[in-house]
């Protein structure tokens, strides 16, 4: 049983497209997140929720959404999709913000993004 | 704001030979410090933590980490790699208070059988 699932895995569209990758977890956790991880590799967090409240929102663009309809879902809606969103989008969930504790991060599989 | 450097971008080991990443944070107070694993095309996988206590923790498969708080590093080591450890290594930091985990930005590792 997936602990952190995300679809789509692949998402190819074209520039200027609204897209969305959906991510739900059954580790009844209550804090949850999406990483950005670019071309090189690097990991960058994006937003974190913490029992469907928005806890982080780094320097994002906004035509990037979250919304967390409940604790165990975390969506990310894309608007208006530009050649730079191209990259893995991962989403994650801890018991504890921030991974500290006696809690980690427990990461899904990714969702590939392509913008054409 | 906490940062994590690591300094090695791509290592090229053959099989059992030692290794040896680093990972250095820069925050002055309170860290808990992770170790994660990504294998080609799959996601990120904890390989070690530390907390606190001994500050020579050991992880799966073989691998382990040495916190020296003096040098703000946590080096991860392994004496004697594998071909099936080839993969993308990342260091992470969160600091107390502080509600996000920092990633490096990850060692890729060949090891050539």
Redesign the interface.
């Known amino acids: 049983d997936t602990a952190v699932s995300q679809t789509p895995k692949y998402l190819v569209t074209q520039m200027g497209n609204d897209k969305s990758i959906k991510c739900e977890q059954n580790l009844g956790h209550d804090t949850m997140?999406w990483?950005k991880q670019d071309s090189?590799?690097?990991?960058?967090?994006m937003f974190?929720y913490?029992n469907k409240e928005l806890?982080?929102n780094e320097t994002v663009p906004n035509r990037f959404s979250p919304k967390s309809p409940d604790k165990a879902h975390l969506n990310l809606h894309i608007n208006s999709l530009e050649l730079g969103d191209s990259a893995v989008y991962?989403c994650?969930s801890s018991q504890v913000?921030?991974?500290?504790?006696?809690n980690?991060?427990t990461?899904?599989?990714?969702s590939r993004l392509t913008v054409l | 704001a906490q940062s994590v450097s690591q300094h090695n971008h791509h290592v090229i080991l053959s099989e059992a030979a030692s290794l040896e990443l680093g990972c250095n944070y820069s925050y002055g107070g309170t860290v808990?410090l992770?170790w994660?694993v990504?294998y080609p095309g799959?996601?990120?996988?904890?390989l070690l933590?530390y907390?606190s206590g001994d500050p020579l923790v050991k992880g799966i498969k073989g691998f382990e980490a040495e916190f020296i708080k003096s040098k703000f590093s946590f080096n991860l080591r392994k004496p004697s790699v594998q071909w099936s450890d080839t993969a993308?290594y990342?260091c992470?930091v969160?600091a107390?208070g502080?509600?996000?985990?920092?990633?490096g930005?990850?060692t890729?590792l060949l090891v050539s059988p």
Not at chain 1, 97 to 102: S, W
Not at chain 2, 42 to 46: A, D, E, K, R, Y
């Open positions: 997140y990483y090189k590799k690097f990991l960058k967090i974190s913490n806890i982080i991962f994650a913000a921030g991974g500290g504790g006696a980690v991060l990461f899904g599989a990714g | 808990n992770f994660y990504q799959q996601h990120l996988q904890l933590k907390f993308e990342f992470a969160n107390a502080f509600q996000k985990l920092v990633f930005t990850g890729r």
